[in-house]
């Protein structure tokens, strides 16, 4: 009898022991770490969904701290700093890129007689001057330069010349303030003005790209506007902008664009030859390719390509890559020639549907700017890569194969990377 009153507690411990061991084991099993990423870019836009045609819900700002919990595509789901989810471009997150999406976050210029230039470099034009202690809103950033609106004016700015001064956290029950600005502008086709200062407001009015919109007052990162029937309502200020655009692409900036470049010419199909015929079309395309890959990724750019090895890919297939992809440009790169030897020089920019002349001639204008051979200008071209196309599309001509003084400048890494940066350049211009 003792020896069962004994044995029965020892029974009961040894369960209890085993339950417990269990459960740490299990929960090892099961626990899975958090994936956190602190975001270091002024801003990123927050999406509905897993795309591009999806709206921007929010923004998170520099040193917010969300959770992946999520992945689809190139795009990550993730729980936001207010416990909300969303999705945000996988790509921005992965490189931390500088100019991610378009926002307004307030600053102050802190020196005297600012430049604020066109473009990003310390050479290029001077816009206006800024007096110091003006206030701006930034709305893009790369490579240490802001970009920034004032008075109307779009530009960029050295960034340590500016104090960024909205760094207070959204406060949803902050009352409405007077709004030095009196007009803003659709970034974008189907900017939605709300009842409420909330993604969640009912829709009062839809206007799309280009269109003024009356400031009344602000709220956070809304504006309090007046629709065109009278109505006070409110519109977010990363879908809008207080400088007229020149683009209305769903993305908000070149970290934001998905870019499909085609290498013109590959495989069987060597494209023209040089007189000697030792170098061909295909050769010289697809170098000049990878460097603007290499340099639009540099900005943060989603890059595709047509095709990145000697592979021929048939010309309907090319549209049907750019229109699978909704790319927010393609461009097409390819050099010239002509039945007569030197008989013709330069550069040319062809686009197939009328809309895109906005492209063509901000592309256009950087390939002038940038490289050292003749430029002869846009023109319509009916190319199936273009005609088919149902995405942004230009077709570029480079050189004339046949024309030794194109052919010594084209074949050229320099030329190559001179071109990487006018592409660079105008299309970060073009979704501005």
Known sequence: MLKKLIKKPAIKLLIIHLSVIALVILAFVTYKPKDLVTIESLALNVRLGPGLDYDITSQVKKGDEVEII?????????????????????????????????????????????????????????????????????????????????????????SDLLTITDTSKPDSSKDSQTSSIKTVYGRQDEVKIRQEASIDGAVLEIVNFGKPIEVVAEQNDWYQV???????????????????????????????????????????????????????????????????????????????????????????????????????????????????????????????????????????????????????????????????NDRPALLLELGFMNNSTDLAEFSTKSYQKKVATAVAEALTTYFE
Request: hydrophobic share 35%; glycine share 6%.
């Open 226 to 388: 007046k629709t065109s029937d009278g109505q006070t309502g409110y519109v977010a200020n990363w879908v809008v902008s207080t400088a007229k655009q020149l683009s209305n692409s769903n993305v908000s900036s070149i970290a934001e664009a998905t870019i499909m470049l085609d290498p013109g010419h590959g495989g069987s199909d060597v494209g023209s030859i040089s007189p000697d015929e030792t170098i061909y079309e295909k050769t010289i395309t697809l170098a000049t390719a990878n460097y603007v890959k290499k340099e639009l990724e540099a900005l943060g750019a989603n890059v595709m390509m047509t095709h990145n090895d000697d592979s021929f890919v048939p010309l309907a297939e090319i549209a049907a890559k750019s229109n699978r992809a909704k790319a927010d440009a393609f461009i097409s790169f390819h050099y010239d020639s002509t039945e007569g030897a030197n008989t013709a020089s330069g550069t040319k920019t062809y686009y197939y549907d009328e809309k895109n002349k906005i492209l063509a001639n901000i592309v256009n204008e950087s390939l002038t700017n940038h490289l050292p051979l003749p430029n002869r200008g846009i023109d319509f071209g009916d190319y199936q890569v273009l005609r088919d």
């Open 70 to 158: 999520d992945k689809k595509d190139k795009w990550y789901q993730v729980v936001l700093p207010n416990n909300t989810k969303g999705w945000i471009a996988s790509w921005l997150i992965a490189e931390n890129s500088a100019s991610t999406a378009i926002t307004s976050i307030k600053a102050t210029v802190n020196t005297d007689e600012t430049n604020l230039r066109a473009k990003a470099d310390i050479d290029s034009d001077v816009v206006t001057k800024v007096k110091k202690d003006t206030t701006v809103l930034i709305t893009n950033e790369a490579n240490g330069w802001s970009q920034v609106e004032v008075d109307g004016k779009s530009g960029w700015i050295f």
